[in-house]
């Protein structure tokens, strides 16, 4: 059997599923015809948008999956972040996960020294008589359930905007929200 690899810009409002029980969710099906057997290799929340490898082949999915692969996010974050919150998140902090606190491991933390030129989102995030926000580049080598969410609110930014800009070594390009791309194998490192 010949498997098949897709790049796509999951957009705000889409849920990492093919199926659901819920009605009235948008699932990735509704982007583009992918084969049958297709599936997300790891997950983004409804809100969070970006990056996200599809794959019909389990071996593939697995080794994306693993922690030697970096996961590189964007995260707007509510007011003016500072080098302390920076320097925690690098360290690692305490986060809430299935009811029992997780220490998550030391990563590569950044302030971006300006925003992002991505698409507006399709849900406006707020605006501008809330206050400042800053953006923050966050890398990590492990997935945990809502994650870099956890890890800003825990130092005291909040995320409002998540985007996830890389997977080892494919990067989120100037690609649209919805955008498809089929490719003959994931090139992660």
């Known amino acids: 059997m010949q498997h098949r690899h897709f790049i796509l810009h999951?957009?705000?409002?889409?849920i990492s599923q093919f199926v659901t029980d819920k009605k009235k969710k948008k699932l990735l099906g509704d982007l583009h015809d992918f084969p049958a057997g297709t599936m997300a290799i790891?997950?983004?929340?409804?809100a969070s948008e970006g990056l996200l490898l599809l794959t019909t082949d389990g071996k593939t999915s697995e080794q994306v999956r693993g922690k030697h692969i970096?996961?590189?996010y964007y995260a707007?974050?509510?007011g003016l972040i500072t080098d302390e919150a920076i320097a925690k998140m690098q360290e690692g902090v305490s986060i809430g996960l299935y009811g029992e606190q997780y220490g998550t491991r030391p990563c590569t933390a950044f302030q971006l020294a300006e925003a992002p030129d991505f698409p507006e989102r399709s849900r406006r995030i707020r605006d501008d008589r809330h206050g400042p926000t800053s953006w923050v580049s966050?890398?990590?080598s492990e997935g945990k359930n809502r994650q870099v969410r956890k890890m800003t609110a825990a130092v005291g930014f909040p995320t409002l905007r998540l985007v996830r800009v890389r997977i080892g070594n494919i990067r989120l390009e100037a690609f649209n929200p919805g955008f498809v791309?089929?490719?003959e194998r994931f090139d992660v490192g």
């Open 76 to 78: 707007q974050v509510d």
């Open 42 to 46: 790891g997950r983004l929340d409804e």
């Open 181 to 183: 791309t089929e490719v």
């Open 10 to 14: 999951k957009p705000y409002g889409y």
């Open 138 to 140: 966050i890398t990590i």
């Open 70 to 72: 970096e996961k590189e």
